[in-house]
């Protein structure tokens, strides 16, 4: 019986399962967390009928939120734990800009 290489490991049925779904809770995670922000900021920007737009920001927040989880869900599971420097980077790097007042949309 012959050892197996890196890419005939990860063709074999569920060898990558639990990479890509701790990729997906991590994106998803933090994805959410990013989306909730921008939407809090943005939503509101119209005013609304009393020019406070706080139902907007709310829903932008719920919204944001709701998309992020998804898309970072789909990104995470896509990238995976192959390249864990890309995920974890991208993670410390939003951590960093958002405790340092310089996450910018």
């Known amino acids: 019986m012959r050892d197996l290489n890196m890419m005939e490991i990860e063709a074999v049925s569920g060898a990558g399962l639990f990479s890509s779904l701790s990729s997906a809770v991590l994106g998803g995670t933090f994805a959410g967390v990013a989306g909730a922000i921008i939407g809090g900021m943005h939503g509101g920007d119209g005013g609304g009928i009393l020019g406070i737009g706080s139902i907007g920001q709310l829903v932008g927040m719920a919204a944001g939120g709701v998309i992020g989880i998804a898309a970072g ?3 995470g599971a896509m990238i995976g734990w192959d390249d864990p420097d890309t995920v974890l980077s991208l993670t410390t790097q939003f951590i960093t800009n958002v405790s ?4 910018q949309v």
């Open 73 to 75: 869900a789909i990104g």
């Open 100 to 103: 340092n007042g310089s996450f």
